[in-house]
């Protein structure tokens, strides 16, 4: 097949979002997808009678004007993907040991929350509440910088982001160093941790705003689910006229010649090819599909990274309860045994020691009343804490029987936790019970060592030119969690800037 414009490699949600603003515009798009559903981390899988998004749980960018908004407006769907806002009051809790905080939207009101709670460190608190509303906004700011950044750009506009680029190498311990925070306080600062994967000592500060600020403005969940908000992107790209999106072909091969792919054969044998390519694939991926040696050092060296952490879920329903009875609702729990979230993070990845984890708690059937994740009567609850992906993809190679011993043994002690801390009884009530690993990650995702961000967020990978990428091949772009920035917000606004790159057509 030969009649497209342009073809993209895999449906993540970059992919999707690039594809389906080329397919509008009125170009001929073919979308590869490997798995047999599109979505990437963003696709829901089912179990007998009930389903499960595979790892997203809820986002920003969704409120008028923003980009998610935006996206969804250009392709003409927007009002068919209605978003529901998590509580305000509190759309994620922070429980550290036996203490709950929620976090309101409205910085300045989380501000006199946990003045309230810690006078003691007012002056820490409000300093640090200054410093992320002084990046935060230089960060939005930034969006309008041209993509290309000349010396004279950046002499010009040094001033203006002054913050952002004095923080480009800090952490966020970094800052509570400099801020002298205490261990509660920083432990309930970086309670959303889990949606960078780091603990404090190692997560850029400035990526750690990005994402304090893009959820203050509002965390949303898609009233339809998930799926509804991924079959409704896809469906747009099926609906014009010389588009397709394929599932179960998984690219094996670009084919370069003279500088330029030329065509990309699949797994099963079939060749595709067209004038322009976009792969949504990982980066050091996509560099191995075509063959190193097609490449520039430039791209070779864009490709030099470190993988964030891998992460173990666990989807189950139950029936029989209310789990708003037991501390869920229109949010989020993030549950820490203790306040030291550095050595939480080593016990569980370096030292694989996952006897009392932290959990993240989502329960997406509290978020939306629509139906479509599992019976009447029953409720979802999805729940991720971060591992080491080496260990289990050995695991798995090595001796099947262990692998699945040791996901058996993960899981019980989650139940565990939640029964004991949370819903007595939880065991009696389980309608459905599934586990996914890194390696599982890998294997339904595509996602090399099971990461779950693309590259760590580190300050060594947090750099002002992370975007979509073209290579140093003619006509093959790179966009996603890595060529961008990771989340549906982050990989959605990828996919935006690359198609405003190519097209010259704002969204
Ligand atoms: C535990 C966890 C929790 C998360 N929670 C949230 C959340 O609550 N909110 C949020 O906003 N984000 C969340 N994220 C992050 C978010 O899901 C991702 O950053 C984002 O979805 C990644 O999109 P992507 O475009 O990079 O593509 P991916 O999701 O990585 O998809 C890539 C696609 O390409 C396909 N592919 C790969 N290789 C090939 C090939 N050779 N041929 C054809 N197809 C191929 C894959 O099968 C896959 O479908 C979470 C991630 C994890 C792991």
Redesign the pocket.
Known sequence: MTDFDDIV?????????VGALLANAGRRVLM????DT??????TFTVGRHRFC???????NCGEGESIDAFLSKIGVRDEVPFERLDPEGFDHIVVGRERFRVPNGLAKHEARLVRRFPEHRAAIRRYFGLVGDVGRELDAMKDLPARITPWVALRSAHRYRHVIRHMRSTLEDVYDRLRMPPLLRAVLAGQA??Y?LPPRDVSFLLHVALVWGYDKGAYYPRGHFFHLVDTIVRSIRARPGCAVLTE????RIEVEGGRVVGVT?KGGERFSARRYVS???PK?TLE?AGRESFSRRDARRADYAYSSG?I?VYIAVRGLDLRDHGFGSYNVWHYPHADLDRIYDDQGLRHDLSDPWL?M?TPTLHTSAPGLCPDGEQVMEI?TSCDHARFSELRRRDRRAYNAEKKKVRDTILDVIQDRYVPRLRDHLAVQVTGTPAT?ER????PHG????AALTPAHVTMDRGPVRTSLDNLWM????A????????VG??IALYEELSGDAV
């Open positions: 490699i895999g449906t993540g949600m970059a992919g999707l979002t590869l997808e490997a798995h599109p979505g990437g981390y963003a696709h595979a790892q997203v749980h809820y986002i920003f889990g949606d994967l072909r998984e690219v094996s699949t949504n694939v990982d991926r599909l992460n879920t993240f989502s991720a990650n339904f995702c595509r996602a990461n779950a961000y693309g966009v996603n969690a890595t961008g920035f990771p989340s549906v917000a982050g990989t990828a996919g």
